[in-house]
């Protein structure tokens, strides 16, 4: 299964337009119109760059069903899929493309970017989902999102 970033990112960019948050609203939050032009139309942006983007419209982001408030938590949760699927880092290295220090990187919880993502989360039939908390503005029809709580889940191709 891939990673589908596309529908993911025009999520995100439909969000932003319906909260009316601007370039100059990012900048003046200290995030570049060049990152967020990135992050919406399929850059190879950094995933703290993502998470930030993200809470600065007060939504969270879900791997696999489950909420992850900071991209450091995206590598162990990436190691235990591994180790569940009993494959080890050499393996991994090899179905990835990725060398033995990135994975070790990415597993401790450093940052990475988008195409590493796409690399070891296909593997691991990782996705993304947009969390939209009730009461901030949403682009999202409740044919295609439901409500979970506090928050409207987009349900991604999987």
Not at 41 to 53: C, I, V
Not at 63 to 68: D, P, R, Y
Not at 103 to 115: C, P, V, Y
Request: glycine share 6%.
């Amino acid at each position: 299964m891939e990673v589908n970033f596309e529908s993911f990112e025009n999520m995100l960019a439909a969000t932003r337009e319906v909260q009316k948050l601007t370039y100059a609203w990012f900048s003046a939050h200290e995030m570049s119109r060049k990152t967020v032009m990135s992050i919406e139309h399929g850059g190879n942006y950094r995933m703290s760059s993502l998470f930030r983007y993200v809470h600065l419209m007060r939504c969270e982001i879900m791997l696999n069903n489950k909420v992850v408030k900071d991209y450091k938590e995206l590598g162990p949760k990436f190691r235990l899929l591994r180790e569940r699927f009993h494959v080890n880092r050499v393996e991994m290295s090899k179905l990835t493309g990725l060398s033995m220090n990135a994975l070790n990187q990415i597993e401790r919880g450093g940052d990475f970017t988008r195409s590493t993502f796409a690399k070891y989360g296909s593997r691991l039939g990782c996705f993304l989902t947009l969390m939209v908390p009730m009461g901030v503005p949403s682009p999202f029809t409740s044919k295609r999102y439901s409500n979970l709580g506090d928050y409207f889940v987009e349900h991604g191709e999987e």
